[in-house]
C-alpha cells in the first residue's frame, strides 16, 4: 500500500465520521468535535483468510460491547479492497499513547476475557502485514468559514498532501497562517481541516469540504482567491514563496 493511499485514506475518514456530527450546530463545529491525534493502523490480511479474520474480529466486537466498555476502547473500522482494514483509533493527547497501544494489542491481558483471547488468536493467524501511522489535527491551521455552504455532510472532499523541505518550516508555517487569514478575509465559503503526519512521511495534509465537485472547482481556484483578497502583487509573492517551501505536493 502506498504512503498516497493510506494518507488519503485516512483524513477522508476522520473527516467524514466528524464532519457534522450528531446534535452539531453544522460545519462550524468541526473544530470542537475533532480529536486532536489519531493512531491508525492499516492490517492486510491474506486473501484465504478472510472470512476467518472477519468472522473472529466480528465475534470480538459483540463480546467487547456485552461487556459494556468505556469510550476509550472506540475505534471505526473501514475495509479496503486490496484486503486491507484500518482501524482508526481517536486520542485526545498523545499522553494516552501507551494505554491506547495496550488496548490494542494486549486487550485480552486488560480484559482477561478467555473468549477474546481465542478470538484474538484467530485474527492474528491471518493477518499478513500491518503498520501504524500517528496523525495530528491542527486546528490552529485550518479554515472553518463563519458561514459555511454546507449543512449537511460533505458530498465531496478534495484532499491535498504537502511534503515540505525541513528547513523552511517556518516559512511554510506563515504561509500557511497568511493563507488562512486571506480567505476569511473574503469569508470564503468552503472550508478545510489540516493535518499532521507524525509517523509516516511526515507530510501535511489538507481536506476541502464542499457540497458538490462542481462546486468546489467552480468557487476554489487559489490563485483568484488570493489576487481577491490580498491584490495581484501580494498574491503572486506569497504563491511563489509557498512553492519555495514545499519539496513536493499531491492533490
Not at 485526545?92 to 494489542?105: Q, T
Not at 485474527?123 to 496523525?135: D, M, T
Not at 469569508?187 to 481536506?207: E, K, M, N, Q, T
Request: hydrophobic fraction near 40%; charge should be positive.
Amino acid at each position: 500500500m502506498s504512503f498516497r493511499k493510506s494518507a488519503t485514506f485516512i483524513v477522508l475518514l476522520m473527516t467524514l465520521i466528524y464532519a457534522v456530527p450528531p446534535g452539531s450546530k453544522g460545519a462550524s463545529s468541526i473544530a470542537e468535535q475533532l480529536p486532536q491525534f489519531w493512531l491508525v493502523r492499516f492490517v492486510e490480511i491474506e486473501p484465504h483468510k478472510v472470512d476467518q479474520f472477519e468472522r473472529a474480529l466480528r465475534d470480538r466486537v459483540q463480546a467487547m460491547r456485552r461487556l459494556e466498555l468505556g469510550s476509550e476502547w472506540t475505534w471505526y473500522a473501514t475495509r479496503r479492497p486490496d484486503f486491507t482494514y484500518t482501524f482508526a483509533h481517536p486520542l485526545a493527547s498523545l499522553s494516552e499513547l501507551d494505554a491506547l497501544w495496550k488496548r490494542i494489542y494486549q486487550p485480552e491481558d486488560i480484559l482477561r476475557e478467555s473468549t477474546i483471547r481465542r478470538l484474538l488468536n484467530r485474527e492474528r493467524a491471518a493477518i499478513r502485514s500491518y503498520q501504524s501511522e500517528l496523525i495530528q489535527h491542527l486546528e490552529s491551521w485550518s479554515y472553518h468559514p463563519k458561514a459555511p455552504t454546507a449543512k449537511t455532510p460533505p458530498r465531496f472532499q478534495r484532499v491535498v498532501l504537502e511534503w515540505v523541505r525541513p528547513d523552511r518550516r517556518p516559512q511554510y508555517e506563515e504561509v500557511i497562517h497568511r493563507f488562512r487569514e486571506a480567505l476569511a478575509k473574503i469569508a470564503h465559503p468552503l472550508g478545510y481541516d489540516a493535518y499532521r503526519i507524525i509517523i509516516g512521511s511526515g507530510s501535511f495534509a489538507y481536506v476541502w469540504m464542499a457540497p458538490s465537485a462542481e462546486y468546489y472547482y467552480r468557487t476554489n481556484n487559489l490563485s483568484e482567491l488570493l489576487t481577491r483578497a490580498l491584490g495581484r502583487e501580494e498574491a503572486n509573492r506569497l504563491v511563489q514563496r509557498w512553492h519555495w517551501c514545499l519539496r513536493k505536493r499531491e492533490s
